[in-house]
């Protein structure tokens, strides 16, 4: 079944911890997005890829990297995580003319 | 399912008019918030309106928002052809900060 899956769902981890958040989709979509969301608050593009091997910033300047081996996985990574980075974070993928796919996002928390 | 309904779902306009698109939503919320795509590029964040606002400005564009009907407009006056793109409403049903995302309305503005 097409779907958007990311993983882990909450995550709760220590200042200084690398950290990846995983991204994957079944839908063959080429174009994928990490956004950054506080409660309440709207959706900040922090990372964007248009296929494989495709990398770029989004208007949220953000110390996450990200990596687009295969076009179903775009996954995100901190290498030092941040009480900063307490935020949850969403990856969506699009299609040719479909709207942004959401996935169920990843709440994380760094203490 | 989605939570907000777009319409139209396609729009096509002369450069100089305005646009006014609408999107419905189901379920009670504490903020309604519009997103522009250019195409194929991520979602921008255009304005944030909560539920105890009944109408917003940003530069040309001015939301309004009725809770009663569960509806919310995005007028865009005096058109630009740059301001094609899709037009997407989310609705934040808790303080949860995740987003629901309607189905987009396409923007067309001919020069």
């Known amino acids: 079944e097409a779907d958007i899956y990311q993983t882990p769902r909450y995550l709760v981890i220590g200042t200084g911890k690398k950290i990846t958040l995983e991204c994957s989709q079944t839908?063959?979509?080429?174009?994928m997005y990490w956004y950054q969301q506080d409660p309440g608050m709207e959706l900040h593009l922090i990372h964007y890829?248009?296929?494989?091997?495709?990398?770029e910033k989004g208007d949220l300047s953000s110390e996450s990297t990200v990596s687009r081996i295969r076009t179903e996985h775009f996954p995100l990574t901190l290498e030092s995580a941040r009480p900063s980075h307490t935020s949850q974070y969403l990856c969506?993928?699009?299609?040719?003319?479909?709207?942004?796919?959401f996935g169920p996002g990843t709440r994380l928390t760094v203490t | 399912s989605q939570q907000g309904e777009e319409d139209p779902q396609a729009l096509s306009i002369q450069e100089g008019e305005n646009a006014t698109m609408n999107c419905s939503y189901k379920?009670?919320?504490?903020?309604l918030q519009w997103y522009r795509q250019n195409s194929g590029r991520g979602l921008v964040h255009l304005i944030l309106?909560?539920?105890?606002?009944r109408e917003k400005h940003s530069g040309r564009l001015r939301v309004t928002l009725d809770t009663s009907k569960k509806s919310s407009s995005l007028l865009i006056t005096a058109s630009r052809a740059a301001d094609t793109a899709s037009y997407f409403c989310a609705t934040d049903a808790s303080n949860a900060g995740k987003s629901t995302f309607g189905d987009g309305t396409t923007l067309t503005v001919k020069p």
């Open positions: 839908m063959g979509h080429d174009k």
């Open positions: 309106i909560r539920s105890n606002e």
């Open positions: 379920t009670s919320i504490n903020n």
């Open positions: 890829s248009y296929g494989v091997n495709s990398t």
């Open positions: 969506a993928s699009t299609g040719l003319g479909t709207p942004p796919y």
